[in-house]
């Protein structure tokens, strides 16, 4: 006969993250907690980061959040910060071993938002990431 057991509160956590975690490695089809982990240590820097980065081009460009309202502010941001959060992904995902995934990733995006030109569907193009092979790339350099 069955037994169900009532879990305490940790043990449901720990129990619904498992599950998260599996849906996710199956989504993005990663192998290991290790890569997953990588890749959410990826996101997270990269959302920071993208803020911090984002301050010295608004200045250059002469956005300021003291000189406009906050209603023409915010979006004025959101447009500076989504193109260098979309190069910091890569730059980032590069240094921690991941631009593959996140490379696979950005083309996904660009190919569901209308941008299917030569740089995402060329199988030639040097950064398709089937085609890198880092061990000649940085022994060439």
Known sequence: MLKL????????FVFENYIYMKKLK?????KSNFQLIIILIVFAITGSLSLVVS???????G?????MSTWLFTPLRLII????????ILAIGFLFGQFNFFWQLEKKMLIK?????SLINNENYYFNSDKIDTKTLFTTC
């Open 5 to 12: 057991y009532k879990l305490d509160k940790k043990s449901k």
């Open 26 to 30: 199956d989504k993005w089809n990663i």
């Open 55 to 61: 301050e010295p081009i608004l200045e250059i460009l």
């Open 63 to 67: 956005i300021k959040s003291s000189s």
């Open 81 to 88: 910060v989504f193109p260098v959060y979309q190069l910091l």
């Open 113 to 117: 938002w209308g941008f299917q030109n």
